[in-house]
């Protein structure tokens, strides 16, 4: 929401609310105009990335892809949302001369006002400021790069001693051609590569494609890759250089089931930059089937990669598909951070309030959308922020056993707070989490287990996963020793029955 002139209100609206994070980039934005006057919005610009009004609400910036258009508000028509509106600035003609190293001074500086300003606590976990400002401003002479500048405040700011205090560069825009990938693992059998899996996505969902598994494509595992857009592909060749710049475009794969590539047949795929997204989906999958292999179905399995957008999309898509389940694991591994734990934690803990029965006479609790039975949170070392808030809530509201190892500790929040001038940035955690005992429980310290378990390299080569197994373990214990019950149901009312007197 913008302000324009007395009366003029601006509002965007966009599709990047509750997409996975490892898919936010620029939102795509429609802008609409409320007036005063005629007291009802019209859209005036659609598919924009960014859009500001200026200080005195007569212009209008905004971006669409790669182009940047200033508008006079004043001549904005609804109508047409789609047409560019205003004058295309030419961008590509702003040029500006930088001093790196007066920009590193200016930057330094500002770095410690940032901290001055917005970090929660005023004295800076009792750290001099002014004296460890003195202290390193020397080496800024010495620099020789933005990547040196960011490393001299990383060693200055770890002076503060405080989780979420990241630093870094100005993005970095590649615009060479991107890698292809098919979205498949590779053995090398008869001097040739053979497909030994491919990967299966969710492919509704683009970040999800993945390229072997589209209709008509029909490859599958065991068939050998005989070569890449004619060059023919050996074991002594480097398989990815075949792909080079074929993200995105149609690439001809020769396959067969033999290696002399007599059966060969040629198909056409379109590769993808990136295989993360469709490997870590295989590995939540994965789990899910193992958990429910282990369990006999009787336990549900939830992976939540933060406690944002991913992991409220992820908690909600395969807790409720799974209400027929008696228990849960919950795995937060590796949870990235957020704001949801409080939801979850409240999802989690629900108590039957009441039975229900139909005519088909099979009772149900009340809530209909929770699992009662019991609960097992995985955790571990790489899982933080959020990712320590939702297993010390778990713990505080008893809702089940904690598995794994000690989390992260860094239990403080970030934002809004101003980027460097080079559009880099500092952070300064604005608020710390403390225990209604008045101490800081987490930050530093982090969320130890229930169960200590450790997954060692050797057990993940063989394919295993123990802390998964031994979560598993626990809750089915537990419910062997405390099934989960049905409510009894009482007899059904007589409204018409009569006494020994013959009375109703």
Do not use: C
């Not at 960011?150 to 503060?160: A, F, P, Q, V, W």
Request: hydrophobic residues 35%; aromatic residues 10%.
């Amino acid at each position: 929401l913008s302000v324009g002139k007395t009366g003029v209100l601006f509002l965007a609206e966009g599709n990047a609310v509750g997409r996975p994070s490892s898919e936010n980039g620029p939102p795509i934005r429609s802008l609409w105009r409320f007036t005063t006057e005629k007291r009802k919005t019209e859209e005036i610009l659609s598919g924009l990335n960014a859009y500001a009004v200026s200080f005195n609400g007569e212009k209008l910036f905004y971006t669409r892809e790669d182009n940047w258009f200033i508008a006079e508000i004043s001549d904005l028509k609804p109508g047409s949302p789609e047409a560019p509106q205003g004058k295309p600035v030419n961008n590509g003609a702003m040029l500006a001369t930088i001093d790196p190293r007066a920009e590193y001074r200016q930057m330094y500086h500002e770095t410690w006002r940032i901290e001055r300003d917005f970090f929660y606590d005023p004295h800076l976990h009792g750290l001099d400021r002014a004296k460890i400002e003195a202290k390193y401003q020397p080496f800024l002479d010495g620099l020789a790069s933005r990547d040196e500048f960011t490393y001299l405040s990383t060693e200055m700011l770890g002076e503060i001693q405080v989780g979420h205090m990241f630093v870094g560069g100005p993005d970095q825009h590649e615009d060479g051609p991107k890698p292809g990938l098919l979205g498949a693992d590779y053995v090398v059998d008869s001097n040739r590569y053979k497909f030994s899996k491919i990967y299966n996505g969710q492919n509704w969902t683009p970040s999800l494609t993945a390229p072997l598994t589209l209709p008509g494509i029909n490859i599958v595992e065991g068939e050998y890759l005989l070569a890449v857009n004619g060059r023919e592909l050996h074991a002594a060749d480097n398989l990815y250089s075949f792909f080079d710049g074929t993200a995105g475009k149609q690439t001809v794969l020769r396959v067969g089931k033999k290696p002399d590539g007599s059966d060969g047949r040629d198909v056409t795929v379109v590769p993808v930059d990136s295989e993360r997204r469709l490997r870590n989906l295989d590995w939540i999958e994965s789990n899910r089937r193992k958990v429910d292999e282990l369990s006999g179905g009787k336990v549900a399995y939830i992976y939540m990669p933060n406690t944002a957008g991913a992991g409220y999309t992820n908690f909600n898509r395969y807790f409720y598909a799974q209400l027929d389940k008696q228990a849960v694991v919950l795995d937060e591994r590796f949870n990235q951070g957020g704001y949801i734990a409080d939801y979850v934690i409240d999802v989690l803990g629900q108590k039957p309030l009441s039975g229900a029965i139909d005519r088909d006479g099979k009772p149900i609790h009340d809530p209909v959308g929770a699992i009662f039975g019991p609960k097992a949170m995985i955790i571990n070392e790489s899982a933080g922020s959020g990712g320590d808030a939702m297993p010390w809530y778990f713990r505080k509201a008893n809702i089940g056993t904690l598995v794994g190892v000690k989390t992260w500790g860094g239990l403080v929040g970030i934002g809004g707070y101003p980027t460097l001038i080079d559009g880099g940035y500092v952070m300064a955690p604005r608020y710390a989490i403390y225990g209604l005992n008045g101490q800081w429980e987490v930050e530093g310290h982090g969320i130890a287990p229930d169960v200590e378990v450790e997954n060692l390299p050797k057990d993940m080569a063989a394919g295993r996963d123990p802390q998964l197994e031994r979560a598993v373990s626990i809750v089915m214990e537990q419910l062997k020793e405390h099934p989960v019950p049905t409510p009894p149901v009482p007899p059904y009312p007589n409204y018409h029955q009569q006494d020994e007197l013959g009375q109703r």
